[in-house]
C-alpha cells in the first residue's frame, strides 16, 4: 500500500511539472515526448539495477504481441495527453482524464478475474464518480478535437494498465518500464525530430530531470503496487493523486473555482479508500 500511496504523491507532482513544462514553457509537445521520455530511460535504467527479474516465458508469442500492443498504447496516450496538457488548463485536463480510474476498474472486473472484489469496486467507482463530479462544468464537455483525443486516451491508459499488470509476471518493473520508455523514446525521435536547440534553456532541463523524476517514480512504484495489490486495490489508492493535482493548482497555477465542489470530493475520495482498505 505505500508504494501506491507514494505513486500518487509523484504523479502529482509529475502532473503539475507537465503542466509547467507544455504550458508555462511553452515546450511543444514534439519537442517534450522525445526529450522527456529519453530522460526516463536514463533514470529507470539505473533503477533496473537495483531490482532486475526477466522470464525466459516473456519471449512467447502471445507475450511479445502484448508487449508490442503496451508500448503502441502507451505511445498513443502520451501524445494525445502532452496535446491536451500543451493547450488546456490543468483542472479541464483533469476533468476529463479523471475518467480513467473508472474505466480501468471496469476492465479489471472484466479481463482480470483476481480482481473482481465487489467492495473496492464500488468504493472505486464513486471515488471516480465524486471526482468526475468535482470538474464537471458544462463546457468542459464540448466535442473538440482535443476533448476527444483526452476521451481516446482514457481508455488506452486503463487498457495499457490491463496488459502491464499480465506481464509484470515475466518482468521486474523497472525492467517493463525501461523497455517502454527506451522504445518509445526511438519511436518519438524518429516521429518528430526533434530540435536539441530546446535543451540549450537550463529552466527546460531542470524541468526536463523533475519530471523525469517524477514519472519515473509514479511508473516503477505504480508497477509493483499492481503487482503486490492488484490492479484494482492500486487504482483506487492512485485517486489521491489528483486531489494533490488540485491543491497544487490552486497554489501554482491559480486555477481555484471549484474549492468547494474539490473539498467535498476530497472527503468522499478519501472515506471511499479507507472503505476499500478495511472491506478487502
Known amino acids: 500500500m505505500f508504494t501506491a500511496i507514494l505513486a500518487a504523491i509523484f504523479g502529482a507532482g509529475g502532473d503539475v511539472t507537465n503542466k509547467h513544462l507544455l504550458g508555462r514553457l511553452k515546450l511543444p509537445h514534439k519537442e517534450y515526448l522525445p526529450f522527456i521520455f529519453a530522460f526516463l530511460s536514463i533514470v529507470s535504467l539505473l533503477v533496473v539495477r537495483i531490482n532486475f527479474f526477466f522470464s525466459p516465458q516473456a519471449l512467447s508469442f502471445w507475450n511479445i504481441i502484448l508487449l508490442i500492443v503496451m508500448i503502441a498504447t502507451a505511445a498513443t496516450w502520451n501524445v494525445m495527453t502532452a496535446k ?4 488546456e488548463p490543468l483542472h479541464e485536463y483533469e476533468s476529463i482524464i479523471l475518467m480513467s480510474p473508472l474505466v480501468t476498474v471496469v476492465l479489471a472486473a472484466i479481463f482480470l478475474p483476481a480482481e473482481r472484489n465487489f467492495s473496492v469496486f464500488i468504493a472505486a467507482v464513486i471515488a471516480s464518480g465524486a471526482l468526475m463530479f468535482a470538474r464537471y462544468r458544462h463546457e468542459h464537455f464540448e466535442v473538440t478535437k482535443t476533448a476527444r483525443q483526452t476521451f481516446f486516451a482514457v481508455v488506452l491508459i486503463a487498457i495499457e494498465s490491463v496488459i502491464i499488470t499480465h506481464l509484470l509476471h515475466y518482468y521486474s518493473p523497472a525492467l517493463l518500464y525501461f523497455i517502454r520508455c527506451t522504445v518509445i523514446t526511438v519511436v518519438f525521435f524518429i516521429k518528430f525530430k526533434p530540435d536539441f536547440r530546446a535543451l540549450q534553456a537550463k529552466p527546460i532541463v531542470k524541468g526536463l530531470a523533475l519530471d523525469s523524476l517524477f ?3 509514479v511508473m ?3 508497477y509493483y503496487a499492481f503487482r503486490s495489490l492488484g490492479l484494482m486495490e492500486t487504482t483506487i489508492i492512485l ?4 486531489l494533490l493535482t488540485y491543491a497544487a493548482s490552486y497554489y501554482y497555477f491559480g486555477e481555484r473555482r471549484l474549492f468547494r465542489r474539490d473539498l467535498i470530493c476530497a472527503v468522499v475520495v478519501m472515506g471511499c479508500i479507507i472503505y476499500a482498505l478495511v472491506a478487502k
Do not use: I
Open 239 to 242: 485517486l489521491l493523486s489528483p
Open 215 to 217: 514519472g519515473t517514480g
Open 220 to 222: 516503477v512504484l505504480k
Open 84 to 87: 491536451s496538457l500543451e493547450t
